[in-house]
């Protein structure tokens, strides 16, 4: 038995979800297909959870600051770490349920609970039962990596989909991989009282390409707990814990938080079966701009593609595959001008174009230092670099980079002014209030233009 | 004697000091001339102490979400006041510092300590001694007011030129006044252990004048202290104290803040030696674009305009100032974005047109109550909402005010994106992280398109 579909959604995460948004607009004739648990990456293991977690470790470690802000007794603060995670499930909770919203409102003709397999480009398996779809958009997202050398001692290895699961932490924890996740997670252990020690392979952390910021988050951060760069971790489960080796150094640990990146989750999908050529992870090959696959009717939207495994672009993904699911043709669309935020402190933030993509002899870096940043200052926080990259030739803002205290903010303040084309000479005509750390933006514009091909008279002003 | 200069600066604060900075550019023939003690308004009284001591109250404030969080301890935490106050007076005598730097500078031909008197258009006279001068910048800020029939109980009043100053906080406070600086100074004494009444003779505080921002303002910090709105504060000495009463109410404080605004400093200028007209606080008449006086070679920056008593106005004006007064013609300079922001929390803020300056006819209002808004909830801060002003006929963003979490960060986003002209279109095109208080952003924008006159067909996606 068959039935017949306009469109198939495999995976019921935040893009099959956005997907889902963009096809019912034309159509009830779909099926969402899901052989998981419901709720997203982002609410369940993801975003949430972890921004839940590291809350709590900025606002217990804010103590630091409070002796010589007049506030006694800091030291008496401790923690209950049971409580802490509780507190971080029920929020983790409170988010789920919210994502369940779109999931609980289908019927059983809607939405299929199992593993969708490929017959053919236009047909899926799921359950036994056949769909044939008109088109067909792949969302089933990522699992994380744990190596295979790691299985034999799998109970010491807790993976960000399971962490916040536990329910007290461990005494001692080894972060391998010091991504953006790997990271900020492990600065937030180590400031809820953990032993944490974080090893990379990379010289470079959170996947900065910038060696300004790069070194300074490493100094900064590595103040708070060992990075061990540059060398791969070698692991072996000993009677004491854990011991993890890299290079000549050595520390045995009760467990090991495995943040080496997530891989796409294409197993059970049967791509053989199709039609679409696929890249060296067997994630199928399309165009961002259309999330076609070829010139199939198949798309691919979310995390399975592994680029950019963000939630805001997993629904700009997300909805263009499920227009052009439902529309004529595959409709190319403008991408967003790139942001990514690692929650650490300081922020760390990257915007636009990256050094690894630009031509540095065409570019100028403006960098502003924030040591003398008066609101930073003011929030104890003025350890941080900004660095943005410049058209030489006419003071357009290409990118930017940073490590710095509400960077999260500055980073959408700079993603939009690059989506929109301005210049150097533009920003410096906006209002930059006092005292913000916006103002950090306004020295970094300022102490560029000297090294700009051209200038304006009147920088700051606009001439009526 | 009479000295020849093109250009004398009255007031070498923060207006003084933009305007001679563009000054300089063009002549070294100028002086700057000022008869109080060196160092800005900005610096010695204003943003930067105030801010220090918001952030200490912020700081301490947060331990009433410790226990909810798993952090324990939060009971032992206590403040010793005169360390608090030493830390912001540290903090402030930095600030102050550097903005002596410009004016060190100086030698005494250049920099004449003692106050200004006009003789006429052209020629002031300073410690005996005339200045005939191309251009004159008047900027000479403003002072405290204090109400003549506190003048018998004088030592019971604090002004914010003085706070900073004392070693101690007084047990209780009356704060008279709640437009931007008495709210946010209020809501920060109170969270520093002082027992606050807050007192004004309006109903709405910070200046807002979106009813549905002012309730959540006075309904939020009214929880933190009594807020007495809707008539005016009568004064009394008495043996235990001042004796305030606002209506029926009344109460017995220590001190008085005083928080009534600033006037101009004008009356030792004599402006009646010259041909300006002034208006009905003695301020000179002047273009906003131009900042002339008339049609006069006296141009005016600052705070003594009384009209925007912001840092960053008081820069914008003192450049335009500035640059007319070493160059041929008033040139007109667009006017930025009206951009205000109190530090209370939450965080209030202004961006752009307002509601007594639109016609309500013609906009629809965008909403987001920050109950839902998921960085908010980790936060604890989820007591807030963002209002837009929107142009029903196209979807151009007018103006917004705010009460919320990070209100600061979304107020820049905001003015860059109305001084740029953006539509709610535009802006939902923009990237918007995830989970981040921008999102209340974009959840509003999201609100209002039903009620435009346009639609888009993709309005979070943009055809290549």
């Given at each position: 038995m068959s039935r017949e579909v306009d469109v198939a959604i495999i995976g019921a995460g935040s893009a099959g979800l956005f997907a889902l948004s963009q096809v019912r607009r034309k159509t009830e004739n779909f099926v969402l297909i899901d052989g998981g648990e419901l709720g997203t990456t982002c609410a369940r293991v993801g975003c949430m959870p972890s921004k839940v977690f590291i809350q709590v470790a900025a606002d217990y470690h804010r103590r630091t600051i409070f002796d010589r802000e007049g506030i006694n007794g800091a030291d008496s603060l401790g923690l209950d770490k049971p409580a802490v995670m509780e507190h971080v499930q029920d929020l983790r909770d409170t988010f789920v349920d919210r994502t369940l919203g779109a999931t609980d409102a289908l019927d059983e003709a809607h939405l299929i609970a199992g593993y969708a397999t490929f017959v053919d480009d236009h047909t899926l398996e799921v359950n036994g039962e056949q769909y044939k779809a008109g088109a067909i958009v792949i969302a089933t997202g990522t699992i994380p990596i744990v190596p295979e050398t790691w299985q034999s001692f799998r109970d010491d290895i807790i993976t960000t989909d399971?962490?916040?699961?536990?329910?007290?932490?461990?005494?001692?924890?080894?972060?391998?991989?010091?991504?953006?996740?790997?990271?900020?997670?492990?600065?937030?252990l180590s400031r809820l009282g953990v032993e944490v020690t974080g090893v990379d392979m990379l010289e470079n952390v959170a996947k900065l390409q910038d060696p300004v910021v790069n070194k300074l988050v490493v100094e900064t951060i590595g103040r708070e707990f060992p990075l061990w760069l540059g060398e791969a971790a070698q692991l072996e489960k000993t009677e004491q814990g854990i011991r993890v080796r890299s290079g000549d150094k050595e520390v045995i640990v009760e467990k090991?938080?495995?943040?080496?990146?997530?891989?796409?989750?294409?197993?059970?999908?049967?791509?053989?079966?199709?039609?679409?050529?696929?890249?060296?992870?067997?994630?199928?090959?399309?165009?961002?701009?259309?999330?076609?696959?070829?010139?199939?009717?198949?798309?691919?939207?979310?995390?399975?593609?592994?680029?950019?495994?963000?939630l805001h672009e997993a629904g700009h993904e997300g909805r263009v595959a499920g227009y052009n699911a439902v529309h004529q043709g595959a409709v190319a669309f403008r991408r967003k001008t790139a942001l990514a935020i690692t929650f650490c402190d300081p922020d760390i933030a990257t915007v636009g174009a990256q050094l690894d993509e630009l031509d540095e002899s065409t570019i100028a870096i403006a960098q502003m230092q924030f040591a003398p940043v008066g609101r930073a200052l003011i929030l104890g926080k003025?350890?941080?670099?900004?660095?943005?990259?410049?058209?030489?030739?006419?003071?357009?803002?290409?990118?930017?980079?940073?490590?710095?205290?509400?960077?999260?903010?500055?980073?959408?303040?700079?993603?939009?002014?690059?989506?929109?084309?301005?210049?150097?000479?533009?920003?410096?005509?906006?209002?930059?209030?006092?005292?913000?750390?916006?103002?950090?933006?306004?020295?970094?514009?300022?102490?560029v233009l000297s090294e700009l091909d051209i200038e304006e008279e009147t920088v700051e002003l606009e001439k009526l």
């Amino acid at each position: 038995m068959s039935r017949e579909v306009d469109v198939a959604i495999i995976g019921a995460g935040s893009a099959g979800l956005f997907a889902l948004s963009q096809v019912r607009r034309k159509t009830e004739n779909f099926v969402l297909i899901d052989g998981g648990e419901l709720g997203t990456t982002c609410a369940r293991v993801g975003c949430m959870p972890s921004k839940v977690f590291i809350q709590v470790a900025a606002d217990y470690h804010r103590r630091t600051i409070f002796d010589r802000e007049g506030i006694n007794g800091a030291d008496s603060l401790g923690l209950d770490k049971p409580a802490v995670m509780e507190h971080v499930q029920d929020l983790r909770d409170t988010f789920v349920d919210r994502t369940l919203g779109a999931t609980d409102a289908l019927d059983e003709a809607h939405l299929i609970a199992g593993y969708a397999t490929f017959v053919d480009d236009h047909t899926l398996e799921v359950n036994g039962e056949q769909y044939k779809a008109g088109a067909i958009v792949i969302a089933t997202g990522t699992i994380p990596i744990v190596p295979e050398t790691w299985q034999s001692f799998r109970d010491d290895i807790i993976t960000t989909d399971e962490l916040f699961e536990h329910e007290d932490l461990p005494a001692s924890v080894a972060v391998i991989g010091l991504g953006s996740i790997g990271l900020e997670i492990g600065q937030a252990l180590s400031r809820l009282g953990v032993e944490v020690t974080g090893v990379d392979m990379l010289e470079n952390v959170a996947k900065l390409q910038d060696p300004v910021v790069n070194k300074l988050v490493v100094e900064t951060i590595g103040r708070e707990f060992p990075l061990w760069l540059g060398e791969a971790a070698q692991l072996e489960k000993t009677e004491q814990g854990i011991r993890v080796r890299s290079g000549d150094k050595e520390v045995i640990v009760e467990k090991v938080l495995a943040s080496l990146g997530r891989k796409p989750s294409l197993d059970r999908l049967g791509l053989g079966n199709t039609s679409l050529q696929l890249d060296a992870k067997g994630v199928p090959v399309f165009s961002p701009e259309t999330m076609q696959c070829g010139n199939s009717s198949i798309y691919v939207a979310g995390d399975v593609i592994v680029d950019r495994p963000l939630l805001h672009e997993a629904g700009h993904e997300g909805r263009v595959a499920g227009y052009n699911a439902v529309h004529q043709g595959a409709v190319a669309f403008r991408r967003k001008t790139a942001l990514a935020i690692t929650f650490c402190d300081p922020d760390i933030a990257t915007v636009g174009a990256q050094l690894d993509e630009l031509d540095e002899s065409t570019i100028a870096i403006a960098q502003m230092q924030f040591a003398p940043v008066g609101r930073a200052l003011i929030l104890g926080k003025n350890r941080g670099v900004l660095r943005l990259y410049v058209n030489k030739s006419d003071g357009l803002v290409l990118g930017a980079a940073m490590a710095c205290v509400k960077g999260e903010h500055l980073a959408h303040l700079l993603a939009w002014s690059i989506q929109q084309g301005m210049t150097v000479f533009d920003m410096l005509k906006m209002p930059f209030y006092h005292p913000v750390i916006e103002e950090a933006l306004q020295g970094a514009l300022y102490g560029v233009l000297s090294e700009l091909d051209i200038e304006e008279e009147t920088v700051e002003l606009e001439k009526l």
